[in-house]
T-cell receptor, first 115, second 111 residues
Framework: KAGVTQTPRYLIKTRGQQVTLSCSPISGHRSVSWYQQTPGQGLQFLFEYFSETQRNKGNFPGRFSGRQFSNSRSEMNVSTLELGDSALYLC??????????????FGEGSRLTVL | GESVGLHLPTLSVQEGDNSIINCAYSNSASDYFIWYKQESGKGPQFIIDIRSNMDKRQGQRVTVLLNKTVKHLSLQIAATQPGDSAVYFCAERAYGNKLVFGAGTILRVKS
């Protein structure tokens, strides 16, 4: 059974550009969450999607957005990139939100560098 | 606000010894507390979780203890192995799949 797949794994952008990251959850998983990981702030929740609807959103500016498709695949977009957006962006999937377990399955992340 | 407080200390243990990693949390409304392991270049990997109405839960070589009185969570790893070397994160879940993570603890296992 394939795990959570994130693309691209690495990318470099310049300030002001935008970026789109993709996440394919584990087959059958319908909930997808996104997290940002930086050395200074650690792992921070961005948003969560279930059945193409955003269920929850973290404390990030509106430049950060996402969506989920009918096949549960998800994308997140960051517009007008800033240097501080350099981070590892992690996607996690689970069967349903708030299941009777704390287990989320994480992908290996997309490492974004903003120059 | 929500926070799971954990600086990023380093715990060095000898192979075969037991390891104990600690974590403080702040949200009494969280329903699950979870431990994740992250190896270099990889995403976090689920280790074990504990529901808020429990005090202790055991897995394979790992035990999680929850003390709600002092809002403290700990992960015990028995017979620590070199493959256990990683960064360990505690996390709490308050709603849906929104997890609030601690800063992490580096575990180094000396052979």
């Amino acid at each position: 059974k394939a795990g959570v797949t994130q693309t691209p794994r690495y990318l470099i952008k310049t300030r002001g550009q935008q970026v789109t990251l993709s996440c394919s959850p584990i087959s059958g998983h319908r909930s997808v969450s996104w997290y940002q990981q930086t050395p200074g702030q650690g792992l921070q929740f961005l948003f969560e999607y279930f059945s193409e609807t955003q269920r929850n959103k973290g404390n990030f500016p509106g430049r950060f957005s996402g969506r989920q498709f009918s096949n549960s695949r998800s994308e997140m977009n960051v517009s007008t990139l800033e240097l501080g957006d350099s981070a590892l962006y992690l996607c996690a999937s689970s069967l349903n939100p708030g299941t009777s377990s704390g287990e989320l399955f994480f992908g290996e992340g997309s490492r974004l560098t903003v120059l | 606000g929500e926070s799971v407080g954990l600086h990023l200390p380093t715990l060095s243990v000898q192979e075969g010894d037991n390891s104990i990693i600690n974590c403080a949390y702040s949200n009494s409304a969280s329903d699950y507390f979870i431990w994740y392991k992250q190896e270099s270049g990889k995403g976090p990997q689920f280790i074990i979780d504990i529901r808020s109405n429990m005090d202790k839960r055991q897995g394979q070589r790992v035990t999680v203890l929850l003390n709600k009185t002092v809002k403290h969570l700990s992960l015990q790893i028995a017979a620590t192995q070199p493959g256990d070397s990683a960064v360990y994160f505690c996390a709490e879940r308050a709603y849906g799949n929104k997890l609030v993570f601690g800063a992490g603890t580096i575990l180094r296992v000396k052979s």
